[in-house]
């Protein structure tokens, strides 16, 4: 059982960056961000191997970064250039599988989440 807390949540203005973290209980092989926006679906956005390997959704690519110190058990997401659209509750996710995943249905723990409002 991985335990997931987020933080870092908040209300920025268009062009704006925050950080967001992720502490879990314990060492989870692959961890990942997901993100739903009131009305839709829950959607990938970054996922970093124990390894290092990382992935990102093409909407988020070049703005964001995915991060992990494996010492503290904790993940990062730097959001750069932060826009409207990036609104929405962001999820921490984990699994003890390896390989990034796109489909929120492979991980098997989550966070509780943490609201990001971008104003414009």
């Known amino acids: 059982q991985v335990q997931l807390v987020e933080s870092g949540g908040g209300l920025v203005q268009a062009g704006g960056s925050l950080r967001l973290s992720c502490a879990a209980s314990t060492r989870a092989f692959t961890m990942a961000w997901f993100r739903q926006a009131p009305g839709k679906e829950r959607e990938f956005v970054a996922a970093?191997?124990?390894?290092?390997?990382?992935g990102y959704a093409d909407s988020v690519k070049g703005r964001f970064a995915i991060s992990r110190d494996n010492a503290k058990n904790t993940m990062y997401l730097q959001m750069n250039s932060l826009k409207p659209e990036d609104t929405a509750v962001y999820y921490c996710?984990?699994?003890?599988?390896?390989?990034?995943?796109?489909?929120?249905?492979?991980?098997?723990?989550w966070g509780q989440g943490t609201q990001v409002t971008v104003s414009s």
């Open positions: 970093e191997l124990w390894i290092g390997n990382t």
């Open positions: 996710a984990a699994t003890p599988r390896p390989g990034i995943s796109r489909d929120y249905g492979r991980y098997d723990y």
